[in-house]
């Protein structure tokens, strides 16, 4: 069954720190890999897209990793600022470009 | 603005009222589709459509009709629901169904029913 398991669920961090956020999937075959972000009571914004052949991507203080082999992929934030905070979503495209998403990890950056 | 634009922002409905969602991109898309988001679940994919032709229906209740005129409207018309109804709806949009280049979401409706 294709899942994305996401971790911690749960972060808090204070501002100017930094930050990793972990994705593990199942998802076969895979298409890509993004990362979104969802501010409470918006839709998800797009931060990152990686297909198979890449392993890191940057948008900004965002850098996202990915490792096909071992079916990985990690978000890192620096020097979070308050308006990180959110939920963080990662989503895998499979087969049919069918999307399994992660449950998300809830972000609060704090003074 | 994404390019995908939801109305309502919110809306609270009793149990025997009729109403519905609206969905709107002016991105050039073919596909669009409509997601449940519940607290702590992963989205939901509830219904797609590709060049106004539904695709899937993901044993969605009959109490979610979904409407889809032409490539760039989505509606999604409730009635008679439920209080575990209450979610955030999403409309997202892609090139088509089975290119889902620039995949973008709306800001969603947050639907609540007393």
């Known amino acids: 069954k294709n899942q994305v398991e996401q971790s911690p669920q749960s972060l808090i961090i204070l501002e100017g720190k930094n930050c990793t956020l972990q994705c593990n999937y199942t998802v076969s075959p895979f298409s890509n890999l993004r990362w979104y972000k969802q501010d409470t009571g918006r839709g998800p914004v797009s931060l990152t897209i990686?297909?198979?052949?890449?392993n890191t991507k940057s948008n900004g203080r965002y850098t996202a990793t990915l490792d096909a082999d071992t079916k990985q992929s990690s978000l890192h934030i620096t020097a979070s600022q308050l308006s990180d905070s959110a939920s963080y979503i990662c989503?895998?495209?499979?087969?049919?470009?069918?999307?399994?998403f992660g449950t998300g990890t809830q972000l609060k950056v704090e003074l | 603005e994404t390019g995908v634009t939801q109305t309502p922002r919110h809306l609270v409905m009793g149990m025997t009222n009729k109403k519905s969602l609206k969905c709107e991109q002016h991105?050039?898309?073919?596909?669009m589709y409509w997601y449940k988001q519940s607290a702590k679940k992963p989205l939901e994919l509830m219904f797609v459509y590709n060049f106004k032709e539904q695709t899937e229906n993901n044993s969605v209740p009959s109490r979610f009709s979904p409407e889809c005129p032409n490539s760039s409207h989505l509606f999604l018309h409730l009635h008679t629901l439920q209080p575990e109804d209450s979610a955030l709806y999403l409309c997202?949009?892609?090139?088509?169904?089975?290119?889902?280049?620039?995949?973008?979401f709306g800001s969603g409706t947050r639907l609540t029913v007393v």
């Open positions: 989503v895998v495209t499979g087969g049919g470009n069918k999307l399994t």
């Open positions: 997202a949009s892609s090139q088509d169904r089975d290119r889902g280049y620039g995949y973008t």
């Open positions: 990686m297909t198979f052949s890449e």
């Open positions: 991105l050039g898309h073919n596909a």
